[in-house]
């Protein structure tokens, strides 16, 4: 157990639909990180915040957002569903300047 | 652009022998490696990392090897266990303040009883 939260474990849905990600970091960690498998990619960075503000963005689609409440726990946000958007999404965390990297459980979305 | 190359997408093993996954890479501003474990429906598990400045790590049975000048490193298990089978992920980063992790394809790596 990393101590990286993630819900819900599986979310099925409809193309243009809106759905959230949850993501609790570590007790401790203010570095968060959004990664998404596909199954013909590997694991892509999304994006990166740290205590509250954007610190990174990856290849991360306009229709995706997201954003770290003062808790720490971080939201990604997906819209306009496609198919193509169907993978897997992981959410790590790191102290801070820290390379190792620790990873929740991950979100499997299918969008039908 | 494939930065980080995982050329294997697998490996069998006999139990007992060394695992030797290999992992290339492109970007020369890389500053720190790691390898993760990933087995079915559960996040990457940190393994072990090196940093640039090193070309050796241990922990355990694992050992990570760095050769910069020919981009590549490797992680070698030994001896090789059963509950090592997994897709193991070989990933960069870069220095302080670009922490985010480019990933390899992985290699799926199976141990033989």
């Known amino acids: 157990d990393s101590g990286v939260t993630q819900t819900p474990k599986h979310l099925i849905t409809a193309t243009g639909q809106r759905v959230t990600l949850r993501c609790s970091p570590r007790s401790g960690d203010l570095s968060v990180y959004w990664y998404q498998q596909s199954l013909d990619q590997g694991l892509q960075f999304l994006i990166q915040?740290?205590?509250?503000?954007?610190?990174a963005k990856g290849n991360i689609l306009e229709r995706f957002s997201a954003q770290q409440f003062p808790d720490l726990h971080s939201e990604l946000n997906l819209s306009s569903l496609e198919l193509g958007d169907s993978a897997l999404y992981f959410c790590?965390?790191?102290?801070?300047?820290?390379?190792?990297?620790?990873f929740g459980p991950g979100t499997r979305l299918t969008v039908l | 652009d494939q930065q980080v190359k995982q050329n294997s997408p697998s490996l069998s093993v006999q139990e007992g022998r060394i695992s030797i996954l290999n992992c290339d890479y492109t970007n020369s501003m890389f500053d720190y490696f790691l390898w993760y474990k990933k087995y079915p429906a559960e996040g990457p598990t940190f393994l072990i990392s090196i940093s640039s400045i090193k070309d050796k790590n241990e922990d355990g049975r694992f050992t990570v090897f760095l050769n910069k000048s020919a981009k590549h490193l490797s992680l070698h298990i030994v001896p090789s266990q059963p509950g090592d089978s997994a897709v193991y992920f070989c990933?960069?980063?870069?220095?302080?303040?670009?922490?985010?992790?480019?990933f390899g394809t992985g290699t799926r790596l199976t141990i033989i009883p």
């Open positions: 915040y740290y205590n509250g503000e954007e610190r």
């Open positions: 990933a960069a980063s870069g220095s302080f303040g670009n922490e985010k992790l480019t």
């Open positions: 790590a965390s790191s102290v801070r300047g820290a390379h190792e990297q620790f």
